[in-house]
């Protein structure tokens, strides 16, 4: 277990901060992508979903 005297201690890792909150912001930017990703793909479902009811009502006219 590690004690860290100072907040800057905390931050500075144990002189691992590179890669501690590298990876901790790829995690991030990664994971935020992927709900972007998913709710593109859900507004894009749904768009097919409005364009072929209309078009199935275009041709019951």
Known sequence: M???SSVGDFFAMG???VYVWGSVLACTVLM???VLSVRAGR???WQR???E???GDQRHD
């Open 49 to 51: 979903v409005r364009d």
């Open 53 to 55: 009811r209309a078009l």
């Open 2 to 4: 590690m004690h860290w």
């Open 43 to 45: 507004a894009r479902a």
């Open 32 to 34: 935020l992508g992927e």
């Open 15 to 17: 002189g691992y901060a």
